[in-house]
């Protein structure tokens, strides 16, 4: 019955820890400095659309954290900018600004390996598992016993 109660105890604290980091900051705030970098005018309380979608995201992933939302908010940032630049808006609204309500409702996980530039994307480093030489060597005589059996 101990181990049970730890175990209750401790999937509280793990949901509780979650959602303590997404309370920490409000809506407001991220509304505010969504509005504040803007490089165009926000209608109809989209800043405060996206900052909910920002906290949504957050809530619902493992590696939540500040560092996250700060990455996301930076996304949303440059999903505008792309908005202005690709599409010419001037302003953006609920509805004319499909890239960055796209953008808003992922939470960036700031320990994955990927890097952008102008010419390439990037990854990061992944093995790969590649086969011995001796089981390359297996395989092909086994692939030229069935052709042989097959002719046969």
Do not use: H
Not at 6 to 20: E, G, M, N, T, Y
Not at 29 to 43: C, H, N, P, V
Not at 52 to 67: C, D, G, I, K, T
């Amino acid at each position: 019955m101990d181990l049970t109660r730890r175990a209750v105890v401790v999937a509280v604290l793990f949901c509780s820890a979650s959602a303590a980091r997404a309370d920490s900051i409000t809506v407001n705030q991220i509304a505010q400095e969504i509005k504040q970098d803007s490089t165009i005018a926000l209608r109809q309380n989209v800043a405060s659309f996206w900052a909910n979608n920002l906290l949504e995201a957050q809530a619902s992933v493992s590696y939540a954290s500040a560092q996250s939302l700060d990455l996301s908010i930076n996304a949303v940032l440059k999903a505008i900018g792309i908005e202005q630049s690709i599409a010419g808006l001037s302003f953006c609204n609920l509805t004319n600004c499909i890239i960055a309500n796209a953008q808003s409702t992922v939470a960036i996980d700031p320990n994955a390996g990927v890097s952008i530039t102008p010419d390439t994307i990037n990854f990061g480093e992944v093995p790969v598992n590649t086969p011995e030489p001796a089981t390359l060597g297996c395989l092909a005589l086994g692939l030229i016993a069935l052709a042989l059996k097959a002719k046969a």
